[in-house]
């Protein structure tokens, strides 16, 4: 997997999908958004698009942790800084991947 900047293919989409998360006014709110960042980290990862992955599956985790998943938004990370080892070879990258991570929800004391 390579690295690449982060952009949204859809912004549309991007930003009804982050507000649903972040900001739910409705029960259906939060699932759709899980479901809807699961579905693009999918997309990104079989187009090798890492960056965009490990940001989808933030969104994913941060959605499941306000599920009350908390288990599974912990799985969501660890897999994402699994990626981050695997797919990113610069310091640029692993820096960029890191904001992305640690970006409001999550916290990283020290990388693999």
């Not at 070879?89 to 020290?110: F, G, M």
Request: glycine share 4%; proline share 4%.
């Amino acid at each position: 997997m390579a690295c690449s900047a982060v952009f949204s293919q859809n912004p549309d989409s991007t930003a009804l999908y982050y507000t649903r998360v972040n900001y739910p006014t409705e029960a259906s709110h939060l699932p759709s958004g899980y479901f809807y960042y699961l579905k693009q980290k999918e997309n990104y990862l079989n187009n090798g698009d890492t960056l965009k992955a490990i940001d989808a599956q933030r969104m994913a985790a941060i959605a499941s942790f306000k599920l009350g998943n908390f288990n599974e938004s912990e799985q969501l990370t660890v897999e994402a800084l699994g990626w981050l080892q695997a797919g990113c070879t610069t310091s640029w990258e692993k820096y960029t991947a890191i904001r992305l991570i640690s970006v409001k929800h999550w916290s990283i004391t020290t990388l693999p």
